[in-house]
């Protein structure tokens, strides 16, 4: 089964480096061989753009419904109400409508854009070891056994860390698998339909500021059309009025049941980062004290200033999936030779590195949390759950807290212009292609390594080059450097 | 059987892949990146308790000054959120200059201690931050050693 993939996986290869290098198949042997980037064969159920730079949920529609009622509210509010009170009350109105608007704009997009936080999947190597402490524990059966837990400490509370089926990792505290996403995210929040991501570590300090921009901007824009309605029924009479600026009713309909969401939501994030919990805990309960006298939250930081700035002003990990890294097929496995063919799979390197590329801009939701089990994908793991913000279609919270904002109502969201995608300096540096020669090449004679008999070939076949960036550290360079330091241990051979 | 590679060369013609150590994280102190420093059994003939252990703390201190919340990390996130984020187009994030360092402490560790040895540490960005990969190199021209026939079923367990 496993060199069947591998040949479907080589031709999937061969036919996208077909259109996409301009290096011939023809030549397989050359040390130029087609290279892949590792967002093209992400495991998870995301969607990447512009080369791996832009990184979303599977489902997008809502996101981009988002992004229209921003846009339009926004746009009808500067073209139609703007000239007015600019010129009735001051012009600084449209100027801070203006950067609230941008503001709004680029943490949506980062929100949506970037990596939440997401675990690569264990390499084959760490799973079966993995797997052999778990049988250990146990005793091996010959049926899975029931789903794998382990306790920690955490100052002073005991936490159970959870085994996931799919990613073959035990999950870290706070983590959680998206079943949408099919990944397991790091401080997993909850999956947001209306940013078309989940929120995560990573981008949940954009996801907050994005809502709670958008809070500002509703009002903002809400006040003002009222104050706009009503100078001009001084003049002539309310009804003329709204029949002069019929634009301003719909900003008016639109902005009034997005203020009741969105700051709503404002409020209960506000809350959750001033006692430092997730989405998730919070709804499950997970340190409330009605679950037990001495259960409190062992993350939180004592008072609500610091867990603040923790959680705004944190230091940003960077990702670590490196979507814009090339795979590499070099990584030597441990496994009886099959055959005499050197094949690495790349699903090690494929989990490696962090990306190089600074979180993008964000987005928010406003809709109420909904708790939905899901099953795991590779296994029965009872009890996971999934908490997805819905939108209106989406059934009511099934009677656990829930912000005040379970109208479901439409948020307001404007939008003019995008802001131009941040951090590719970043990720351009590591994908200049450096062709090594062939000693650079770390890949093992047949004969000293085994080839891996359940590989799933990512990487090209033979030999891999590998961007080689000196001085500058990217995901690249890490390979490079470890790689330099097997080079020591192992021989290299040309192929 | 323990091996002795004395140099690099040596290591050249005849080491393989014999078996592989995963150091798990500790998250006995929250979520923050932290190794266990339990030696592990496979490392025992391999390498000193003590020289793991240092190279182990050596990195969780690293990490943790990677994830301080502390006056640095505010005034970076406040300029960096008043910018728009747009500074990082020019600079890096601490973190990443961390991780730069830890990189190259790695390199050198493996040089000078593990390489000798026959041993091999991962950077654990490479594995996602969930453990410490060690990789023990095996002479080929010696006798199949215990470590090498544990790891061959434990792979096949898959």
């Known amino acids: 089964m496993h060199l069947g993939v591998s040949e479907s996986m080589r031709e999937c290869e061969y036919s996208q480096i077909s259109t996409r290098s301009s290096t011939p198949m023809e030549t397989p042997y050359k040390k130029r061989t087609p290279k892949r980037r590792k967002w093209e064969s992400f495991p998870g159920r995301n969607k990447f753009y512009c080369n791996g730079r832009i990184m979303m949920a599977k489902q997008t529609g809502v996101f981009y419904l988002t992004l229209v009622l921003i846009l339009v509210t926004c746009g009808l509010f500067f073209t139609f109400d703007c000239p007015f009170l600019a010129k009735q009350l001051t012009p600084i109105i449209p100027v801070i409508g203006g950067v609230l608007f941008l503001f709004v704009l680029g943490t949506l997009l980062r929100t949506s854009f970037s990596d939440p936080g997401v675990l690569p999947r264990a390499s084959s190597d760490e799973a079966a070891d993995l797997e052999r402490q778990i049988d250990v524990a146990n005793g091996s059966t010959g049926y899975r056994p029931p789903p794998r837990t382990k306790e920690v400490v955490i100052n002073g509370q005991t936490v159970k860390l959870k085994y996931c089926f799919t990613c073959k990792i035990f999950r870290p505290p706070r983590a959680s698998h998206c079943s949408l996403c099919d990944n397991c995210v790091e401080r997993f929040d909850h999956h947001c339909p209306w940013v078309g991501n989940c929120v995560g570590r990573r981008n949940y300090r954009f996801f907050y500021m994005f809502i709670l921009s958008l809070s500002f901007l509703t009002i903002f824009i809400f006040s003002f059309v009222i104050t706009h309605i009503i100078l001009l029924s001084h003049r002539r009479g309310f009804l003329e009025a709204l029949k002069d600026t019929p634009a301003s009713v719909l900003e008016v309909v639109v902005c009034f049941f997005s203020i009741w969401s969105i700051v709503g939501l404002s409020g209960f994030h506000t809350y959750l980062i001033s006692s430092n919990q997730t989405t998730n805990e919070d709804i499950k309960g997970s340190w409330s004290s009605k679950r037990g006298k001495d259960n409190y939250n062992p993350y939180s930081h004592g008072n609500i200033f610091t867990n603040c700035c923790a959680a705004l002003c944190g230091p940003l990990p960077p990702s670590l999936i490196d979507r814009r890294g090339f795979i590499q097929s070099d990584m030597p496995q441990l496994a009886p030779p099959t055959n005499g063919i050197s094949m690495y799979g790349a699903t090690q390197s494929q989990q490696s590195h962090m990306a190089a590329a600074t979180p993008l801009l964000q987005q928010q939701s406003s809709e109420p949390v909904i708790l939905m089990a899901s099953p795991e994908n590779g296994g029965a793991l009872p009890g996971r759950t999934s908490l997805i913000l819905g939108g209106p279609c989406t059934s009511l919270p099934l009677g656990l807290p829930t912000p005040p904002t379970s109208t479901p109502s439409l948020s307001c969201h404007e939008a003019t212009d995008m802001l131009p995608m941040h951090g590719h300096s970043h990720t351009h540096n590591h994908s200049h292609p450096l062709q090594d020669p062939v000693a650079h090449h770390h890949f093992l004679t047949p004969e000293e390594v085994p080839s891996p008999p359940g590989m799933l070939p990512c990487g090209s076949p033979m030999g891999h080059s590998h961007t080689m960036q000196a001085g500058f550290y990217n995901p690249a360079s890490q390979d490079s450097l470890h790689e330099d330091s097997v080079r020591g241990l192992v021989k290299l051979s040309s192929v | ?158």
């Open chain 2, 1 to 158: 059987m323990a091996t002795e590679f004395h140099n690099l060369q040596e290591l050249r013609h005849s080491a393989s892949l014999a078996n592989k150590v995963f150091i798990q994280r500790d998250y006995s102190e929250g979520t923050t990146c932290r190794f266990q420093t339990k030696f592990p059994s496979e490392l025992e003939s391999r390498i000193e308790r003590t020289l793991f252990e240092d190279t182990v703390k050596t990195l969780n201190n690293y990490y943790a000054e990677a994830e301080k919340i502390g006056g640095q990390s505010y005034l970076e996130g406040c300029l960096a959120c008043t910018t728009a984020y747009l500074i990082f187009l020019c600079m890096e994030t601490r973190y990443e200059k961390v991780l730069k360092k830890i990189a190259k402490y790695i390199q050198e560790q493996n040089e000078k201690i593990f390489a000798p040895r026959g041993l091999l540490v991962t950077d654990p960005i490479e594995r996602g931050m969930r453990v410490i990969e060690i990789s023990i190199y095996e002479d080929r021209g010696s006798s199949g050693s215990s470590s090498g026939s544990s790891s061959v079923s434990g792979s096949t367990a898959r």
